[in-house]
């Protein structure tokens, strides 16, 4: 019964679609735990170029199952956009499976997500303003609806009616908006249901069962660690557990049954949005990276805060998800550079540390401890064993190695499938 994780060990946009669109390969099935379409994984591969939100990366692969778990929250318009986009373009989307249990996101989350972002003035968390707060919000508060109940006509617009009551109170006494009308809703949201509906199964109990036969999962997160609300850069974080330990609430798989994690890493580190970011680099050499590795937000196109190598909040990463081993993604955006950076630790109040701070107020004090390496001069696309690597490249993975006192099982050093290096083999995945 294999079964891994595939988590971002930063502030998201770390490469993970790239990476679970190679693994995809070897597994039978491919499931989203968490997110919206706030997140956005690129891949590149022999069908093309694709920005996938919602639908699991693991879609190119015909022979597997994929799966948008329960943990996930759902713009219905949007997932129908992207499967009837890959329907276009020749990618089935015959095996895709839709949690019934999923939250859906409803015209006033997004209304919502912009209005209270707009209140927070000077001080914006910069969401993507895709309702994906709100509706994990109104999940927790008992007052979202679930993908399911689309199926149920009767029984949805009742539910509908009474929430849509609630919120239109808050619309237009709170905000001074119209109200939103119901019939306009309740019918739109039976149109997306007669389409979903074909893709809407008991995920769970085909995920448990596919794990008692022994069939390959690989589970997909949305962001990255240092975006969990509990222990990421609060409140300037996402909505849902990134962590490996979400894979279980967002699948319906219990804990004991995932085996292997493996967490995902630039080379450097990006962030998009707000927030403190002790290694961003301003200047020529941040926007360099920046141009050369088109660090644009997949979902916004939002420009990505470019910095070093962040070796603190990398332990803190592997600490909270317990990798069992990495990958380093976009090793090649660094040739030509003649030296590189590396933080060691953190300057707090005149102190050294080398832990990730409880407080994000503390994080904001926080001044990088810089370690300096030789770059590589050439580029290493068509590097395919770790021999082929510059011995600079091998030093810098090395160094990452030892900081998270964690092996570095694959390089990618370059955007496409094939340009990838192995390292060190994943055990619950055949090589």
Same mark, same amino acid.
């Given at each position: ?10 502030? @998201? ?34 069908? @093309? ?66 209005? &209270? &972002? ?8 910069? $969401? ?33 009616? +009474? ?27 039976? $149109? ?48 849902? %557990? ?73 332990? +803190? ?7 069992? %081993? ?28 080398? %832990? ?47 900081? $998270?006192?964690?092996?570095? %099982? ?22």
């Amino acid at each position: 019964m294999p079964t891994l994780a595939i988590i971002g060990g930063q502030w @998201g946009d770390e490469g993970k679609g790239r990476v679970a669109d190679l693994l995809a390969e070897r597994a039978d099935f491919f499931v989203r735990f968490s997110g919206g379409d706030n997140a956005g994984h690129t891949v590149i591969n022999s069908h @093309g170029e694709f920005r996938l939100h919602l639908i699991p990366s693991g879609i190119f692969n015909s022979e597997v199952t994929c799966i948008i778990g329960n943990g996930v929250v759902i713009n219905p318009k949007k997932l129908i956009d992207e499967i009837e986009d890959l329907e276009s373009k020749g990618i089935s989307t015959s095996k895709l499976v839709i949690s019934s249990r999923a939250h859906l996101i409803m015209p006033y989350h997004i209304i919502l997500d912009e209005v &209270e &972002e707009q209140l927070r003035g000077s001080k914006p968390l910069g $969401t993507t303003l895709r309702g994906v707060g709100p509706a994990f919000a109104d999940k927790i508060a008992r007052l979202g609806i679930r993908i399911g109940e689309l199926i149920y006509r009767d029984s949805f617009r009742e539910r509908l009616r +009474f929430i849509l009551d609630y919120k239109n109170d808050i619309l237009c006494k709170v905000y001074g908006l119209e109200p939103l009308a119901l019939d306009q809703i309740y019918n739109e949201y039976l $149109t997306y249901g007669q389409r979903l509906t074909p893709f809407i199964g008991d995920t769970v109990k085909l995920l448990n069962e596919a794990i008692e036969t022994g069939k390959t999962i690989i589970f997909e997160g949305a962001q990255g660690t240092l975006l969990d609300p509990d222990f990421g850069t609060y409140p300037y974080t996402t909505s849902s %557990s990134p962590l490996a330990g979400g894979v279980s609430l967002g699948s319906g798989i219990p804990p004991t049954r995932l085996d292997y994690s493996l967490g995902i890493f630039k080379a450097y580190c990006t962030r998009v949005g707000a927030g403190p970011m002790p290694t961003e680099i301003e200047g020529d050499i941040g926007q360099m990276i920046r141009e050369k590795a088109s660090e644009y937000g997949a979902t916004t196109g939002r420009p990505r805060r470019c910095g070093w190598f962040d070796g603190v909040a990398a332990r +803190f990463s592997c600490t909270l998800n317990g990798f069992n %081993s990495l990958a380093i993604t976009r090793l090649d955006v660094f040739d030509g550079l003649p030296n590189l950076k590396i933080c060691t630790g953190y300057l707090l109040d005149g102190q050294i540390i080398d %832990s990730f701070p409880l407080d994000t107020s503390e994080l904001e004090r926080c001044q990088p401890v810089y370690e300096e390496m030789q770059g590589w001069p050439g580029p290493i696309s068509k590097a395919r064993n770790y021999s082929d690597l510059p011995l600079a490249a091998r030093n810098y993975i090395a160094r990452i190695e030892e900081l $998270t006192n964690r092996p570095v %099982s694959l390089i990618c050093v370059g955007p496409r499938r094939e340009e990838t290096v192995w390292h060190q083999p994943i055990p619950v995945l055949s090589q």
